[in-house]
Nanobody, 117 residues
Framework: QVQLVESGGGLVQAGGSLRLSCAAS????????RDWYRQAPGKQRELVAA???????NYADSVKGRFTISRDNAKNTVYLQMNSLKPEDTAVYYC???????????WGQGTQVTVSS
Protein backbone atom coordinates (compact mmCIF):
# COMPACT_ATOMS: atom_id res chain seq x y z
CA GLN A 1 0.00 0.00 0.00
CA VAL A 2 1.02 3.56 -0.72
CA GLN A 3 -0.33 6.62 1.04
CA LEU A 4 -0.35 10.00 -0.67
CA VAL A 5 -0.83 13.29 1.13
CA GLU A 6 -1.30 16.48 -0.85
CA SER A 7 -0.89 20.06 0.24
CA GLY A 8 -0.57 23.51 -1.23
CA GLY A 9 -3.93 24.27 -2.79
CA GLY A 10 -5.78 27.51 -2.25
CA LEU A 11 -7.22 30.65 -3.78
CA VAL A 12 -5.10 32.80 -6.06
CA GLN A 13 -5.71 35.59 -8.56
CA ALA A 14 -5.23 35.04 -12.25
CA GLY A 15 -1.56 35.34 -13.16
CA GLY A 16 -0.47 34.12 -9.75
CA SER A 17 1.39 31.01 -8.68
CA LEU A 18 0.89 28.03 -6.40
CA ARG A 19 2.97 24.98 -5.59
CA LEU A 20 1.35 21.67 -4.81
CA SER A 21 3.13 18.93 -2.90
CA CYS A 22 2.43 15.22 -2.73
CA ALA A 23 4.25 13.17 -0.12
CA ALA A 24 4.28 9.39 -0.48
CA SER A 25 4.79 6.73 2.15
CA UNK A 26 4.50 2.96 2.26
CA UNK A 27 5.53 0.45 -0.40
CA UNK A 28 6.71 2.92 -2.99
CA UNK A 29 9.30 0.56 -4.54
CA UNK A 30 6.66 -0.62 -7.02
CA UNK A 31 5.81 2.89 -8.20
CA UNK A 32 7.05 3.94 -11.64
CA UNK A 33 5.17 7.17 -12.23
CA ARG A 34 3.97 10.04 -10.10
CA ASP A 35 1.25 12.13 -11.68
CA TRP A 36 -1.01 15.09 -11.10
CA TYR A 37 -4.60 15.03 -12.33
CA ARG A 38 -7.34 17.58 -11.99
CA GLN A 39 -11.09 17.58 -12.15
CA ALA A 40 -13.19 20.68 -12.69
CA PRO A 41 -16.93 20.74 -11.90
CA GLY A 42 -18.89 18.91 -14.57
CA LYS A 43 -15.77 17.69 -16.33
CA GLN A 44 -13.82 14.46 -16.44
CA ARG A 45 -10.62 14.02 -14.53
CA GLU A 46 -7.65 14.83 -16.74
CA LEU A 47 -3.92 14.27 -16.57
CA VAL A 48 -2.02 17.48 -15.92
CA ALA A 49 1.58 16.30 -15.57
CA ALA A 50 3.56 13.15 -14.94
CA UNK A 51 7.09 12.25 -13.95
CA UNK A 52 8.55 8.77 -14.19
CA UNK A 53 11.08 7.14 -11.91
CA UNK A 54 13.73 7.93 -14.54
CA UNK A 55 12.79 11.61 -14.48
CA UNK A 56 10.94 11.78 -17.79
CA UNK A 57 8.12 14.31 -17.73
CA ASN A 58 4.90 14.76 -19.65
CA TYR A 59 2.43 17.64 -19.63
CA ALA A 60 -1.05 18.38 -20.87
CA ASP A 61 -0.96 20.87 -23.72
CA SER A 62 -3.04 23.31 -21.69
CA VAL A 63 -0.34 23.68 -19.03
CA LYS A 64 2.88 23.40 -21.04
CA GLY A 65 5.18 26.32 -20.33
CA ARG A 66 3.26 27.26 -17.18
CA PHE A 67 3.42 24.20 -14.92
CA THR A 68 6.48 22.24 -13.85
CA ILE A 69 6.49 18.83 -12.19
CA SER A 70 9.50 17.79 -10.14
CA ARG A 71 10.42 15.26 -7.52
CA ASP A 72 12.57 14.99 -4.41
CA ASN A 73 13.44 11.31 -4.10
CA ALA A 74 14.93 11.74 -0.64
CA LYS A 75 11.57 13.01 0.61
CA ASN A 76 9.44 10.79 -1.64
CA THR A 77 7.67 13.97 -2.62
CA VAL A 78 6.49 15.28 -5.97
CA TYR A 79 5.76 18.94 -6.62
CA LEU A 80 3.67 20.79 -9.15
CA GLN A 81 4.75 24.39 -9.60
CA MET A 82 1.92 26.30 -11.25
CA ASN A 83 2.66 29.73 -12.71
CA SER A 84 0.59 32.15 -14.76
CA LEU A 85 -2.56 30.58 -13.42
CA LYS A 86 -5.81 31.06 -15.29
CA PRO A 87 -9.43 30.78 -14.11
CA GLU A 88 -9.75 27.65 -16.24
CA ASP A 89 -7.12 25.99 -14.03
CA THR A 90 -9.67 25.96 -11.22
CA ALA A 91 -10.22 22.35 -10.18
CA VAL A 92 -9.56 19.76 -7.54
CA TYR A 93 -6.03 18.51 -8.08
CA TYR A 94 -5.24 14.89 -7.30
CA CYS A 95 -1.91 13.23 -6.79
CA UNK A 96 -1.51 9.77 -8.29
CA UNK A 97 1.17 7.11 -8.02
CA UNK A 98 1.16 3.99 -10.13
CA UNK A 99 3.15 1.15 -11.58
CA UNK A 100 3.51 0.93 -15.36
CA UNK A 101 0.82 -1.75 -15.55
CA UNK A 102 -1.48 0.18 -13.18
CA UNK A 103 -1.87 -2.86 -10.96
CA UNK A 104 -0.55 -0.58 -8.25
CA UNK A 105 -2.60 2.63 -8.53
CA UNK A 106 -3.03 5.07 -5.66
CA TRP A 107 -4.72 8.44 -5.24
CA GLY A 108 -4.47 11.30 -2.84
CA GLN A 109 -7.47 12.98 -1.28
CA GLY A 110 -7.37 15.99 -3.59
CA THR A 111 -6.68 19.64 -3.00
CA GLN A 112 -8.77 22.54 -4.27
CA VAL A 113 -7.19 25.16 -6.49
CA THR A 114 -9.30 28.21 -7.27
CA VAL A 115 -8.14 30.94 -9.62
CA SER A 116 -10.14 34.15 -9.57
CA SER A 117 -10.34 36.48 -12.54
Amino acid sequence: QVQLVESGGGLVQAGGSLRLSCAASGSIFSINSRDWYRQAPGKQRELVAAITSSGRTNYADSVKGRFTISRDNAKNTVYLQMNSLKPEDTAVYYCNAHSYDRIQDYWGQGTQVTVSS
